[in-house]
């Protein structure tokens, strides 16, 4: 009877750390938030943040001067019932990070299209410049149709990170790749 | 010289080869994908998400290969330690050797594995030894030191000038001259780079160029920039270009009358040469790179000890394999030696050992096989003459059988170990019974007194023979034998037993006797018949003449003369029956059926004799015989006589039997009677002349048969009846079947 209860205890703990340890994960895993679409001065705009994208390593490894890109993933579908889904727009948009140690400054660079730069002297406002899509113009609104349903998707993916000695393997960890976020919308302007 | 090693065993060659293939395969396999790992992840492109999943993709391959391999040596060792506990032959060897390959590579590789454990982390470490990192941090310091005190000269220079515009209100247009003197005076005292002063009102830019590069631009104001300073802060820019780095600090002018108001910026500009940025940014990649290399520290150390441990464990795999290989390749030639021997020793002598080396072992596998050839052939020709022994002996034992005088033989301990037919029947032995017994326990007491004194008579000639004639009193007969014991000696003159040989001269004797006996009837038959005759005639005639002159003494007269003629005639009857008895009628044999012959005889007997039972079983197979059926009446009629005469007259039984052995081909005749019997004495003289135990008999009647039956070829013999009374057998031979 006794090693019936300790063993239904232990089972329970299990089970227990089992579903903390998920919870825990997937707090921890990044993902699409904040997303927002709005239309603007005739373009499909949209904004979005990656969150849980930096963890202890990957901080330690951009102030060591490791460049690091985010790319997003943004499409714009028209969707279909009897047919696949119509691809509208795709847009590929990278965001990298480098730290200048010498005048201790993150350059930050986003090229969607053309590039644009920016520096930064405090790493919070760099990150935050990573893990934002901001005001991203995924489509002109003429290329819509008026009450047909779109969709859009987002995704974020680090890119490897080239580290000296082919140790890139080793540290796979730093890698993160977000689910498909996915907003459906109907277009009535 | 070390010689390579190639067997072929037909049995489980496949499987160790099919086993080999796959190791090599799998060993290559490990190596390949390791070489495609490592030039994918020294490709400088950035490789898509696609190719890292190839890439995991081949890292699990490499992990279940290593793991396929861990499996079949693991199996190879769980295998040796299975056949071990079952004691199977050669698997002690064969653990030894693995044991050893195993030992021998697990030592230094492991030390091997731990030197360089300690060796690379300890080198690892010292790579990243504080001395270096902090040089090259201090080194960093050093040129973010220059850089931060350089803005910060020039924004302390850029106040100045800009406290002196407001102070001397120069922002004024009208003082606009004053302002350039200014300007220029400063940048010749503070030694200062470019010096730019803007006014928001104006929209223009005031520039003092630097003397040592007039080609030098100052910083474009961009709006952030502007935005920072007309909210009255303090800022720095650093501009890179190819000439170098341009550092400038940029500070607010205020207005005199309003001081809290911004009017413009004053920029003061230090250019730094291309070489000693080109020289910072070198310090600084460096710093960067170590810094990098020092997050990497335990990943590197991590995977090279992972690589060394798998090196190592590669090496002792291969050496247990190697073990396995090489203790197989010395354990199954003697498993198949052993397994021979065993198939050999039990009789299988075409069995061949199927193994080609060019070793030792195929040396002594080749001389395995031929000894087994030589072998095949030897028992080949042992059994050959084997055979002939058995055929031999086959031969001997049939000569012996059919050899009339009997045959006992003694081996040198005193056991009996022939015993042939003739001697069975002769003394009325079986052969069984005797066989293998000392001939102490076999023998009567009476008859190891007469093997004694033979034995006592050959000790004394002492020649190892002696022949000597015995009456043997058997059971149920008497027997006259003429007995010859030898030593048996080998061609080395050992002694191996005796040999006695038996020659039965009762039948001779009954021969001898009977001729002679008849030869005396005959001569008493003429001798006494001649006088017979006057003799009585002249007693009759003496009657006759003076049988009425006699008076009174006729009657004693005619008495005494009847008295001489009638035993006269007693003594004629008595000379016919002896004449007869030597004058025997030549017998005419012609075939006949026993039977038939016999029947009417007992019939008349039966007749004759009411209160006897005569019981007449006839034997159905019986072929026709040669025999003369009047003389056989003879036999019968004399026989029988004697039958009845024996048995008592209340419950008399006499049997008569006939049949026919057709092994020795004899037709056989029995008469048996359930009277007093015959006393063992007396049957030797049974057959004679004048023997008889009747009081009125002759004694010729069954010396008669003995006569007839000797002229039909045949035999009479008499043995006691059970529980009483006598068997007269008569054995007549068959010619016609």
Redesign the interface.
Known sequence: MLKKTILSIVFLACCLLLVLSCWYFQQREAKIADFMLTSSAGNIVVYARVTNCFTK?ME??I????PTTFTFLVNLYQKRIHWLDKNISRLVISHTIKY?????NFNFSSINGQEKSAEFQDFDSAKRAMADLNGVIVSSTKNLKKNKTYYISVKA?M??V??????????SLWDFETNWYRQEFVYRL | MMKSHHYIDIGEAKKRRRERIIIVVIFFMIVLAILLESYF??GED??P?ST?VF?FGL?NVNIILIILLIFLIVRNVVKLIYERRRGILGSKLRTKLVAAFVILSLIPAALLFLLATNFLSHSIDNWFNLKIGSALNKT?EI??VY?QQTAEHAKHYAGQISSDITKNRLYELEKKGYLRTLIEQRQESYGLGILAVYFDSRRETLVVSDRDSPGINPVPLTPKILEDVFVGKETST?QSSDDGDLISGLTPIYSYISPKEVIGVVVVSYRIPKELVDN??V???T???Y??????KN??K??YIIILFIVTLLIIFSATWFGVFLAKSITVPIQDLAEATRKIAQGDLDHRINIKADDEIGVLVGSFNQMTEDLKKSNKGLKQANMDIEERRKYMETVLRNVSAGIISVDKGGVITTVNRAAEKMLGIKTEKVLHRHYKDALSPEHMAIVNELLKEMGRKGDGFVEKQIELVLKDRRIMVLTTVSVIKDDDKNELGMVAVFEDLTQLQKVERAAAWREVARRIAHEIKNPLTPVQLSAQRLQKKYGEKMGDDAPVFYECTKTIIDQVEVLRKLVNEFSHYARMPVTNLSPNDLNETIRDSVALFQDAHKDVHFDLNEGTDIPELNLDPEQIKRVMINLLDNAVFAVDKKDGRIEIRTSYDKTIRKAMLEVADNGPGIPAGYKMKMFEPYFSTKRTGTGLGLAIVNSIISDHDGHVSVRDNTPSGTIIAIELPVTHV
Do not use: C, W
């Open positions: 390593d330690s490894a102030l060591a001067g490791v200048d140690s010498v005048k201790k993916e890119d490897k080239h580290l000296p000695l082919h140790m890139d393997f080793f540290i | 992840f020294r950035l490789l998400t890292n890439i890292i960093l040129a973010q850089y650093i910072i940014a310090i600084s990649k710093s960067e790179r810094r990098q290399l020092h997050l990497l990943p590197v991590f995977s």
